[in-house]
Nanobody
Framework: QVLLVESGGGLVQAGGSLRLSCAVSGRTISRIAMGWFRQAPGKEREFVATIWWSAGSTYYADSMKGRFIISRDSAKNMVYLQMNSLTPEDTAVYYC????????????????WGQGTQVTVSS
């Protein structure tokens, strides 16, 4: 079992930055990959980024490359999503998730999910 708790969401102006955090606890963390997904109002949940816990390898959705950075702090069991140059289109609920499959952008391969944190970008 893996428990995930997100934090760091909020209201930010367009062009601003925000860092989301995800506290991870539970099973052997080194054998999992962590991902961030988001769901905007009226839209399906979409992949943002993923990181392999042990190696630190990362993979991003094309639309997030260059603006979003995923990272992890093994000592603190935390995963982060640094979001820069935010636009109103980034407004969504952001979810942290865990999978044992590896670096995956398929949400159905993620077994564990956090409760989500709301990010609102004003124009």
């Amino acid at each position: 079992q893996v428990l995930l708790v997100e934090s760091g969401g909020g209201l930010v102006q367009a062009g601003g930055s925000l860092r989301l955090s995800c506290a991870v606890s539970g099973r052997t963390i080194s054998r999992i990959a962590m991902g961030w997904f988001r769901q905007a109002p009226g839209k399906e949940r979409e992949f943002v980024a993923t990181i392999w816990w042990s190696a630190g390898s990362t993979y991003y959705a094309d639309s997030m490359k260059g603006r979003f950075i995923i990272s992890r702090d093994s000592a603190k069991n935390m995963v982060y999503l640094q979001m820069n140059s935010l636009t109103p289109e980034d407004t969504a609920v952001y979810y942290c998730a865990a999978t044992t499959v590896g670096l995956s952008h398929h949400q159905n391969e993620y077994d564990y999910w956090g409760q989500g944190t709301q990010v609102t970008v004003s124009s």
